[in-house]
């Protein structure tokens, strides 16, 4: 089964920071870009980070460049976001997200989804 598992959320306080992991099991990521997206309730889901499939390549939304820092294990299979000086507005559920060749626009069409995980910020 091809399937995408982030993990790594959970709760912390304001300017505290986190690790998110996505592990990739019956494929391998070497061909696919991977990308970051986050979904807070009542908002649309917006793209946080994409790496290219070497790790050669980053980009970052303008909220979260500086903060966090998306990095590739190829050999192990996984995708991560470290993510530093977190803030109560960075509360939302993560998700990791395949695409084949190359990051494109968020809002290009990914082949693969995980199925989230919680990031609460909050004191």
């Known amino acids: 089964q091809l399937q995408l598992v982030e993990s790594g959320g959970g709760l912390v306080q304001p300017g505290g920071s986190l690790r998110l992991s996505c592990a990739a099991s019956?494929?391998?990521?070497?061909?696919?870009?991977i990308g970051w997206f986050r979904q807070a309730p009542g908002k649309e889901r917006e793209g946080v980070s994409c790496?290219?499939?070497?790790?050669?390549?980053?980009n970052y939304a303008d909220s979260v460049k500086g903060r966090f820092t998306i990095s590739r294990d190829n050999a192990k299979n996984t995708v991560y976001l470290q993510m530093n000086s977190l803030k109560p507005e960075d509360t939302a559920v993560y998700y990791c997200?395949?695409?084949?060749?190359?990051?494109?626009?968020?809002?290009?069409?990914?082949?693969?989804w995980g199925q989230g995980t919680q990031v609460t910020v909050s004191s």
């Open positions: 019956g494929f391998t990521l070497d061909y696919y870009a």
């Open positions: 997200a395949a695409r084949w060749m190359s990051c494109g626009s968020y809002y290009s069409p990914y082949d693969y």
């Open positions: 790496i290219s499939k070497r790790g050669g390549s980053t």
